[in-house]
């Protein structure tokens, strides 16, 4: 139960709402949030790392380290180094001057080792989470200081608890319509919330909206694209004034300590076969610069979803809205090796094991895909495995130090196909970590099927812990992953793929026709007097031990076929369940950068087939879908369609000089390039067809910035995109672009 102490000179209590290093006075500074009043708090931190080498060279190590004037403190201790193993090996603990010479001296220390004959640990923890898991409190926590410590009066892994209502304040720069904006033109005014802060000069203007900042006193200022845009223009504004000394949007007094300046460079970087577009960090100091635009987790679970993550985690908000769940089910996991007494290395010191030719054709498989039956069916049935993956990661006791263990070589737990043994005498970090993680999703996704609890809420916060628990398999693999181990990725598919042929043997014998399969996931016809449905889920789970749900039962489905050679595409489909909703995957409309226009035509098509229970109702509407196509058609051509849904986005691949062939994003990233406007890598360029055929780039495009409204659009190339459209949902009855181009003429 929850203990409320007033604010007094002896006790202080509240939620803590940010923590941060003083890198001048080598403290840890949190701010404890309390009735809407924030209250800083200051603690000397002295973080320390540890050095593993062989006992003969310690001596030198630590001989070496003695003279060097960075270092305060050398000692040396025992203590467990390699996970799942309870022996205490000997180690040099180093502890720095300052905080800010941390790395630098071990970094000096694994030069010494040549990079790799000194094991170091506990070096590249963050300072906020490192500082409040040694403290024994976490983020958002409601805690108490004496002036000396921390005491905690929260759960961390509570599902009820209190929220302190956060001033949350939005904070947006007003520019001039229809340019493009340019940093070279001064701040006409700044809204705060509703208040518009426009006064006689560019300084003034920017001064009265700090001062009124401070004034408000919000906790979190949010932005849409803050990091990208508002705050470096906001920066670079006050730079040219003379005033940037004077930024202070954070709750520091220091006026140093809280300019508005970028922490973190922007970069770009490539992630699963694209190149991501990653902003610089503009963060405040006791308060939360929240930019909803940049934020993963804000745009898939909203603030109440990062809050949960943060705690559980241990990420500040701040940091933790500009990372993903991948960056958050790896601190949970180091949060958890460090609650049991484990150093956490530095550099990953698992390498993979070696294998032949024929042993990595048979463990490198990923997870089973059943190629699916083409075209129109009905009365099916979706059957899915609730998070596959990391339920076999914990009901097999999947972990890096669990897989091919040396303590028990003799184990019965083997993984099918592979043949790897696995640990039956501990239980391994991976599933200590999921074990909870999966029951909270499951509560809060019981929650927001319930009427009697805010079904809106318990929607965002199963989405958050959705998207951790969907990495953590991935993250597995990883080789830069801390706790990543191939073997363990390789196990966790070759169960999904004997829990998949399970679940098709016992639907097959339970009679029903499997007609797509796909990693955790059946699409099953059943056939006159077979078991219901909810029963063969039931005989699914009990068969793999991993619970298998009804996902709902279609009237009518359309597995689509491959463009490139006909057979059923394994991600493409639509279909209507009986309760209305139509389920997408693989086509236009799901794809983040189709024009609205386009989006809007797709969707028109699919509401006409939303009125067919049947496969036969469905064919007999496909003509009135393609009417829906024809006034769309006829839209373009009357110049009645806003062009801003007709808008493209590309993601930017490579540099202009890069592109061999003139396409359309050439074209814009050269009217941009005019506008002396640079995109980095992974950033996405806007633009408008006019002229496709033009050989002059000025023609051909027009840049979303410059856009009138007033500009000629290319109306054959708009058509054909149409009929793309058209043509992947209708494909499997041979209506191919060629045939519905001649429709829409």
């Known amino acids: 139960m929850r203990k409320h102490y007033g604010c007094s000179e002896s006790m202080l209590s509240g939620n803590i709402l940010d923590v941060y290093p003083d890198y001048e006075k080598n403290v840890m500074v949190t701010w404890l949030l309390q009735n809407g009043r924030a209250t800083r708090v200051e603690e000397p931190y002295e973080p320390c790392f540890y050095v593993h080498t062989p006992s003969k060279d310690i001596s030198k190590v630590a001989k070496a380290l003695e003279v060097v004037p960075q270092v305060k403190r050398l000692q040396l201790t025992a203590a467990k180094l390699m996970l799942g193993s309870p022996k205490h090996t000997m180690v040099l603990e180093v502890v720095p001057k300052t905080l800010n010479s941390l790395h630098t001296l071990a970094s000096l220390v694994d030069l010494w080792g040549g990079f790799h004959d000194h094991q170091l640990f506990n070096v590249d923890l963050r300072l906020p989470t490192r500082y409040l898991q040694e403290r024994g409190v976490f983020c958002h926590a409601w805690i108490s200081w004496n002036g000396k410590r921390f005491t905690l009066e929260d759960e961390q892994w509570a599902l009820d608890y209190e929220i302190p209502p956060l001033k949350i304040l939005h904070l947006d720069i007003k520019q001039k319509t229809g340019a493009v904006p340019s940093f070279h033109e001064p701040i006409p005014s700044i809204a705060l919330d509703d208040e518009v802060i426009k006064e006689d000069n560019e300084t003034d203007t920017i001064l009265s909206a700090v001062d009124r900042v401070q004034q408000i006193d919000p906790d979190v200022i949010a932005t849409v694209n803050g990091d990208s845009l508002l705050f470096p223009f906001l920066y670079h504004r006050a730079k040219i004034c003379g005033i940037e ?55 898939e679970s909203g603030l109440r979803g990062i809050l949960d993550i943060a705690r559980c985690s241990n990420i500040p908000v701040q940091m933790l809205s500009r990372l993903g769940p991948g960056t958050a089910i790896s601190q949970i996991e180091v949060n958890a090796a460090m609650a049991k007494g484990y150093l956490i290395p530095w550099k990953k010191n698992m390498p993979e094991n070696w294998k032949t030719a024929e042993e990595l054709l048979i463990a490198d498989r990923g997870g089973l895909v059943l190629e699916p039956v083409a075209g129109l069916h009905e009365d099916v049935i979706e059957l899915d495995y609730a998070s596959l993956y990391p339920n076999i990661m914990v009901l097999h006791n999947i972990s890096p130090e669990t897989m091919l263990c040396l303590c028990c070589p003799d184990s019965t737990n083997r993984v099918p196909q592979l043949g790897y043994h696995i640990c039956r005498r501990q239980k391994g970090l991976l599933p200590e970590v999921l074990e909870p993680i999966l029951l909270r999703r499951f509560c809060f996704k ?103 749900d009804v996902e709902g039962r279609y009237k009518w489905i359309v597995f689509l076929p491959s463009k490139a050679t006909g057979v059923g595409a394994l991600t493409r489909y639509y279909g209507l369940f009986e309760n209305g909703t139509v389920k997408i995957r693989g086509v236009e409309l799901r794809q983040h950068n189709t024009p609205a226009f386009l989006k809007n035509a797709q969707q028109g098509m699919l509401n006409v087939f939303k009125q067919a229970s049947t496969a036969e109702e469905f064919r007999a509407l496909i003509p009135k879908s393609i009417d829906v196509l024809q006034r769309y058609a006829a839209a373009l051509r009357d110049n009645a369609v806003d062009h801003q849904d007709l808008v493209l986005t590309t993601t930017v691949s490579k540099e202009i000089e890069r592109y061999k062939v003139h396409t359309l994003p050439k074209s814009a990233l050269l009217q941009l390039q005019d506008e002396k406007i640079q995109l980095e890598l992974g950033q996405s360029v806007r633009y408008l067809v006019t002229d496709e055929t033009s050989r002059n780039y000025k023609r051909r495009v027009c840049i979303a910035e410059n856009m009138q409204g007033t500009e000629d659009i290319d109306v054959a190339y708009y058509l054909r995109q149409l009929a793309k459209c058209g043509e992947s949902l209708l494909i499997p009855f041979r209506y191919t672009i060629e045939k519905l181009e001649e429709k829409l003429r």
């Open 245 to 299: 000394h004077l930024m202070n949007l954070g709750r520091e007094k220091n006026q140093k300590k809280n300019n508005l300046r970028p922490v973190k460079k922007a970069k770009s970087y490539f992630s699963y076969g694209r190149i991501v577009y990653r902003p610089a960090f503009y963060t405040l100091l006791g308060r939360i610069h929240l930019d909803t635009a940049q934020s993963f987790f804000y745009g």
């Open 446 to 548: 019981a929650r927001a099927k319930n009427k009697r609890y805010d079904r809106e809420v318990y929607m965002e916060l199963q989405k958050a812990w959705k998207w951790v628990l969907v990495v953590c398999f991935g993250y597995t693999g990883y080789r830069n992953a801390r706790y990543g181990r191939i073997e363990c990725h390789e196990s966790i598919t070759a169960y999904s793929r004997d829990i998949l042929l399970s679940a098709v043997e016992v639907a097959e014998r339970a009679g029903y026709e499997v007609l797509h399969g796909i990693i955790d996931s059946l699409w099953v016809k059943g056939s006159p007097g077979c078991v219901r449905p909810f029963h063969l889920s039931r005989m699914i789970s009990n068969r793999t031990g991993i619970r298998m």
